[in-house]
């Protein structure tokens, strides 16, 4: 498809219509099938910290962190230090899954996370 041609060309930087919010925003979007009725499975913080911005959920026994932080400076939001641009935190237990967009450190409760050097 060609951006210039997109249905949401408010989306995509090389479209012809003027951007919503500007093209530098990032969106989580977080989909989880519930009964009628049933409250909600996490309750959500949101995080910031210098210009990074983000969210942190939490459900019965795990819990998510997800930060963007355009300016890649060094921010401490919570139990993360990162310089990353982008950062997704997945807790179940003792065990942390991670990924990260970037940056040279990821740090999560004093703990120096490894980062993949193609980022």
Request: net charge negative; aromatic share 6%; with cysteine.
């Amino acid at each position: 498809m060609n951006p210039a041609k997109s249905p949401y060309p408010h989306w995509d930087a090389r479209g012809d219509a003027e951007p919503l919010y500007d093209n530098c925003c990032q969106y989580l979007i977080v989909l989880s099938a519930i009964a009628a009725g049933q409250q909600l499975p996490y309750t959500l913080e949101r995080l910031a910290a210098g210009s990074a911005k983000g969210v942190r959920l939490v459900g019965e026994g795990e819990e998510f962190v997800v930060l963007f932080n355009h300016a890649r400076e060094l921010v401490t939001v919570g139990d993360l230090e990162t310089d990353a641009e982008k950062v997704v935190l997945r807790l179940r237990g003792e065990t942390v899954e991670h990924e990260a967009v970037g940056g040279s450190v990821l740090t999560w409760r004093g703990v120096s996370l490894p980062l993949k050097s193609n980022q």
